[in-house]
């Protein structure tokens, strides 16, 4: 697609349960970012991939949380034994890798746990 | 620690007039490049505008500048000619070279809200 595509865009899941976020980056962009938003935030990086590899997943809040990319373009991101905590929109970006280009963002995921 | 400050929660501006959203940032690293990230309430991150720490002329994209005072480690988001749509967030971000030469991720500001008013 033309743009970063994520799914679902709304998600309402009940405490304990887990969950899982898509995210479908640009066609041929290597790296692959999550991040989480907290209401009236910033975004907050969670971990990055540079195409298959996990480079870094030090905003990773708890264990619960695991990302993939096992073919260096789809990602997901999974949170276990959900807590009303991780109520957030998850946004997912990704951009070609140089340096001096942007980042693109997709439409983000909102996340809810009652 | 590497920080984004945007001193602004809120902005009032009247529909075609100029107004600067300001940031400023703080790090010891030579090498970061700012960046300007519109987000309307339908929540997508729209990227605005770059700047290079080693750029020497300010960036311009269309109705967007950004006033780089790299001594004073300020990054400022002037906008022309407002117009209803430019109501939003404003994100002020930053991004530093990971080990390898490739791009980190982004450390953003809270956001400024602009409304503008007709």
């Known amino acids: 697609g033309a743009g970063v595509s994520q799914s679902p865009r709304y998600k309402v899941a009940k405490r304990g349960q887990d969950v899982a976020l898509r995210c479908d980056p640009i066609s041929g962009h290597v790296s692959l970012f999550w991040y989480q938003q907290a209401l009236g935030q910033g975004p907050e990086f969670l971990t990055y991939?540079?195409?298959?590899?996990?480079?870094?997943k030090s905003g990773l809040p708890s264990d619960r949380f695991f990302a993939e990319r096992p073919e260096g373009s789809v990602s997901t991101l999974k949170i276990q034994r959900t807590q009303q905590e991780d109520s957030a929109v998850y946004l997912c970006?990704?951009?070609?890798?140089?340096?001096?280009?942007?980042?693109?963002f997709g439409d983000g995921t909102r996340l809810s746990i009652l | 620690a590497q920080k984004i400050t945007q001193t602004q929660p809120g902005m009032f501006v009247q529909e075609k007039e100029a107004v600067t959203l300001d940031c400023t940032y703080d790090t010891s690293d030579q090498s970061y490049g700012l960046f300007w990230y519109k987000q309307p309430s339908s929540g997508e991150m729209i990227f605005l505008i770059y700047?290079?720490?080693?750029?020497?002329q300010n960036a311009t994209e269309g109705r967007y500048s950004l006033n780089f005072q790299k001594a004073r480690k300020s990054a400022n988001l002037v906008i022309s000619a407002s117009q209803l749509g430019d109501s939003a967030m404003y994100f002020c971000a930053m991004r530093f070279l990971n080990y390898g030469g490739s791009q980190g991720n982004l450390i953003f500001g809270k956001g400024t809200k602009l409304s503008v008013k007709p």
């Open positions: 970006a990704s951009s070609s890798g140089n340096f001096n280009q942007p980042q693109h």
């Open positions: 700047q290079g720490s080693y750029d020497e």
């Open positions: 991939f540079q195409n298959e590899a996990q480079l870094d």
